[in-house]
């Protein structure tokens, strides 16, 4: 311990002795204070090691010497004061010797960082160098790949290749020999040569415009020549016509005929061609023509279909007139209709020639509605009629496009039969002829027409109007021997009915639809809904002595193959109809549910006259077959002559209507 | 009501056939199967029709209900008459006597089971059979119309056993007397005869124009329906409705019906009738008219009341006649809605 505390002292001693020479032994502690103690300077010379050692040999010595102040303490007694006291003074030395050991510990750690802080800026500063040269670097590589990567415009031309270059080019632009070793030059010299052949094309283009306007000055002169030509040309087809008439070639005629059907609207061009078509490969009796001045249908270059277009007229009218006086709204109105009404002046004519007569149909077109049928030779029933569900249902009386009815709304036409006179029917056969479809779901806004519809309903309507001609004709015939009392049964016929009928037909004469059905025998037939007011209604009266028989008759429009359904009345001994005389409703079904026998030889246009001889029978023989009341007295007004297995059967006890042929008996169904 | 006017339809050939033949269609016959679920109605045209009782009265019923579920062609003449075994159709009319199995009837394309011809003496003309009457306790079955004949055809063998011949004039209903048993028929000639069917001999006789209380000569002397109950007797045509009681041969009470009857029937304690004119009649026994309830055809041949303890819910009346329409009568009282053809 004391050594130690020597050993310390000693290196201060030394120290003050190596101080500056002035240092003395006799200046020990002023000099001391003068001469600052430099524990740093120290450190320095001090081995670290040592120092360890050091520390742990006091902290050793500490522990012991604790251990025994502990003892002492412990085992008490006097002298134990002085020994604890001696041990004490030893620990405080110790402690000195820790202080130190801690302060120079303290003073390495603080030079020990303070040469790491400087090395690390060092490194730091290295650091920042080699980061902005790199960036450097980086940049320039930027640079250098910018550079590299330019393109210069040049590159974009294409440049004829490098054989046909130097094939081409004359040797002052290619020059040859300084380009074939430097690219540059190359490049260079190859677009000189494209600037070359540029220049020289330029001019050749305008070369060759100046050609052209001189090429087109000649043709104009020789246009001018041909078209003086055009009348010479007419003149001499003119001259030819009455050669062409002596040799049966119209040619020109049907010429002039598609001349004119140019101008036609389109649903009319398209009748007229299937017409023609048909007319000419089928059906010899047909022949189509035009009517109707061609300059009006010049100078109405409205498209048919463009209807809207009659708004926007109609709008511009307005305005025109609110300049004068405002007309009156009905006037207003009154022209919006007459606008909208106009027809084109083109109207094609069918002419269907049958035997007894022939019929005339003709197709107009209205820019608003699309076809209509006019039949315009009336040698026909009735005019209004005869076409009229040609179709079924196809009554003409409202206009298939569904457009037009907000069209009428707005110009105040509520039903077309006011304008039918001017107007006719737009019957949908005639637009199907037209190739016009009005498809009911889907309102178009323009209207196409379709050559095939045309076609695939040509042949079928042609059939079903010269059907309906022919069956009109006939029945006009059998009307004119009605209305005079005699039902003109055709010999072919007779065997339908016995040689003697008694009951004669009185009357015939036209009723309208409302008399018929406020006929009280006739509700059944009005409910069942075949009473409308497209058919045709007849009253026919059958005498017979004090009997007489009232038929009303339906004649649908489509005669003979819808038959006409009679409903009868018979007034003998009371009122006897359907309702309370199972016999009457037997007749009726004779003659309206067993029509089929009654056709006669096809096309079956004796229906109408076999029906009425047919009820003349019944009516014979119902009377003659009516049971005798025994309490009346008298004779039967009607003997028997039928010849009858039975007189009653079933439970409804109905008489024998059915006549057989040829034993000549009547037997029941 | 079904009688709204309708509007004209396109009508082609087809639908007008169609729409006269149901205006000129009658219905002679009704009858009901056995499950008390089905009616069959003939018509004049031949046909048969297959009506569902069931749906029709059900709640959901539509319109299609209403519409028969099958119809078929059963003769080539009109269907004049139909009864009901247990588990047979059988239908005549043109001469002939056809079977169908109702478990069979309601597919398409159905056969008749078997068809038998009576023995008839005149060949000209083939006669109808206007009446069918069961007789189950010998299972036979009775056929009358227009050869002025009853025939007895055993059904379990088919063949006709005797016939029976009196009436001068084709006959028009018959009715069986079931204490006896007796078989009662009426026909043209105006007599009502009563035959025993053991004994096969005619038991007796009663010329009902001869009677002066119902006898209308403007009518005709035809008796068009026949109805018995033991020891009571109802019948009308020609004469008037009338009541009889069968031992002593008397008429009790003359009902004052004007038309002339084609159907009557007894039912509880009312005797129900239908003829001309489109009302069904219900009478008291006493002769007054408890009520008339309207139909919708103009004439009535046939009433049927659906009895079948297996159906209870489908009791109700059939009426049909000069139209193509059935008229179900639910509560006798009025027509709750007609099927129709």
């Not at chain 1, 199907?432 to 806004?445: A, D, I, N």
């Not at chain 1, 409903?567 to 029509?595: F, H, P």
């Not at chain 2, 009571?232 to 004052?256: D, I, Y």
């Amino acid at each position: 311990m004391s050594s130690e505390s020597s050993k310390k002292r000693k290196p201060k001693v030394i120290r003050s002795d190596g101080a500056p020479a002035e240092g003395k032994r006799t200046r020990s502690d002023t000099e001391q204070e003068g001469k600052y103690y430099s524990e740093e300077a120290e450190v320095d010379l001090r081995d670290p090691g040592r120092d360890y050692e050091l520390y742990k040999y006091t902290c050793q010595e500490l522990q012991r010497l604790m251990a025994e102040i502990q003892d002492l303490k412990s085992r008490g007694g006097k002298d134990a004061a002085v020994e604890i006291e001696d041990r004490r003074i030893q620990s405080c030395v110790h402690f000195m010797t820790l202080k130190k050991l801690n302060r120079l510990a303290h003073i390495r750690l603080k030079k020990g960082r303070d040469q790491t802080h400087e090395a690390k800026q060092k490194v730091d500063a290295y650091h920042l160098q080699l980061q902005n040269l790199l960036y450097e670097v980086m940049h320039l590589q930027k640079e250098i790949t910018k550079c590299l990567e330019f393109k210069s415009k040049h590159e974009e031309i294409d440049l004829v290749s490098l054989e046909e270059f130097y094939k081409e080019a004359p040797p002052d632009i290619s020059k040859a020999e300084v380009t074939m070793g430097d690219p540059h030059q190359q490049t260079l010299a190859r677009l000189d040569w494209e600037l070359e052949q540029r220049k020289r094309l330029a001019e050749k283009y305008r070369e060759c415009l100046s050609n052209k306007e001189k090429i087109l000055k000649e043709i104009e002169v020789k246009k001018e020549y041909l078209s003086s030509l055009q009348p010479r040309l007419n003149s001499i087809m003119q001259a030819s016509l009455p050669v062409q008439e002596y040799l049966f070639m119209p040619f020109d005629q049907a010429h002039k005929q598609y001349e004119t059907a140019r101008h036609l609207p389109p649903p009319l061009y398209v009748l007229f061609v299937q017409a023609t078509a048909y007319g000419q490969a089928c059906d010899k009796m047909l022949s189509v023509a035009i009517e109707g001045s061609v300059d009006e249908a010049k100078a109405l270059f409205k498209p048919p279909e463009d209807s809207q277009d009659d708004e926007s007229d109609s709008d511009a009218e307005e305005e025109q007139t609110t300049k004068r006086r405002r007309p009156t709204l009905g006037v207003q109105l009154d022209d919006k209709r007459k606008e909208m009404l106009k027809r084109h002046p083109l109207s094609v004519l069918l002419d269907l020639k049958c035997k007894d007569g022939h019929v005339c149909i003709e197709p107009r077109a209205w820019p608003v509605f699309s076809l209509q049928s006019f039949p315009s030779s009336s040698d026909l029933l009735s005019p209004d009629s005869v076409l009229s569900c040609l179709y079924p249902g196809d009554h003409g009386k409202k206009t298939p496009n569904p457009a037009n009815q907000y069209q009428f709304d707005k110009v105040g036409i509520l039903t077309l039969r006011d304008y039918v006179l001017d107007l006719g029917h737009p019957y949908l056969w005639v637009q199907k002829l037209g190739g016009l479809h009005f498809p009911k779901e889907q309102p178009q806004h323009t209207v196409i027409t379709d050559h095939s519809l045309s076609a695939s309903h040509m042949e079928t309507t042609m059939k079903l109007l010269k059907t309906r001609v022919q069956s009109r004709l006939a029945l006009h015939k059998q009307f004119a021997s009605l209305e005079h009392g005699i039902v003109p049964v055709t010999s072919d016929c007779h065997y339908l009915f016995p040689a003697k009928v008694v009951s004669r037909l009185v009357k015939w004469v036209t009723i309208a639809h409302e008399d018929y059905t406020e006929l009280h025998f006739t509700k059944d037939i009005v409910e069942a809904g075949l009473a409308g007011d497209t058919n045709l209604y007849y009253m026919a009266l059958v005498e017979r002595g004090t009997a007489k028989l009232q038929a009303a008759v339906v004649l649908n429009p489509g005669y003979s193959s819808i038959p006409p359904i009679f409903q009868l009345c018979l007034n003998w001994k009371g009122e006897k109809t359907n309702n309370n005389d199972d016999n009457i409703r037997a007749m009726e079904s004779e003659v309206n549910v067993c029509y089929k026998e009654l056709c006669g030889p096809r096309p079956g246009h004796q229906l109408l006259t076999n029906q009425l001889q047919r009820l003349c029978v019944l009516l014979d023989v119902y009377l003659e077959t009516e049971s005798h009341d025994d309490s009346v007295e008298g004779p039967k007004e009607f003997p028997q002559e039928k010849m009858c297995l039975r007189l009653f059967r079933g439970p409804s006890r109905i008489k024998p209507f059915k006549y057989n042929h040829p034993q000549g008996f009547f037997s029941h169904r | 009501m079904e009688r709204a006017a309708q509007q004209a339809v396109p009508l082609g050939q087809m639908e007008v056939f169609q729409a006269l033949q149901r205006l000129h269609m009658t219905i002679f016959s009704q009858s009901v199967s056995p499950c008390g679920k089905f009616l069959a109605a003939g018509n004049n045209y031949g046909q048969i029709a297959i009506f569902s009782l069931s749906a029709a009265l059900s709640s959901e019923a539509k319109e299609e209900s209403k519409k028969p579920m099958v119809t078929f062609h059963a003769h080539d003449g009109p269907v004049y008459s139909m009864v009901s075994t247990d588990r047979h159709l059988l239908s005549a009319g043109d001469g002939e006597v056809k079977a169908w199995l109702w478990a069979e009837i309601l597919k398409k394309g159905c056969k008749e089971l078997w068809r038998r011809q009576p023995p008839y003496r005149t060949s000209l003309e083939v006669p109808e059979i206007n009446a069918l009457l069961l007789v189950p306790k010998e299972n036979l079955l009775i056929l009358a119309g227009g050869d002025c004949q009853l025939h007895a055809m055993d059904l379990e063998t088919g063949t006709f056993m005797w016939a029976l011949r009196g009436h001068t004039d084709y006959i028009h209903c018959l009715a069986l007397r079931e204490r006896s048993p007796e078989v009662l028929s009426g026909g043209e000639d105006g007599a009502v005869r009563l035959w025993d069917l053991r004994t096969a001999k005619e038991v007796q006789t009663i010329e009902v124009y001869k009677h002066e209380e119902c006898s209308r000569p403007h009518n005709g002397r035809w008796i068009g329906c026949l109805a018995t109950d033991s020891d009571w007797m109802v019948c009308g045509g020609g004469p008037a409705l009338t009541l009889w009681h069968l031992r002593s041969s008397t008429p009790t009470t003359v009902f004052p019906m004007r038309a002339p009857q084609k159907h009557v029937t007894f039912y509880q304690d009312l005797i129900l009738s239908a003829g001309q004119g489109r009302c069904v009649n219900q009478w008291q026994l006493s002769g007054e008219l408890k009520a008339q309830v309207p139909g919708s055809s103009p004439g009535l041949l046939s009433l049927s009341l659906n009895q079948q303890p297996a159906a209870p819910e489908c009791k109700v009346l059939t009426a049909a006649g000069n139209s193509c329409r059935v008229d179900v009568f639910t509560n006798l009282g009025y027509r709750a809605f007609s099927l129709s053809f």
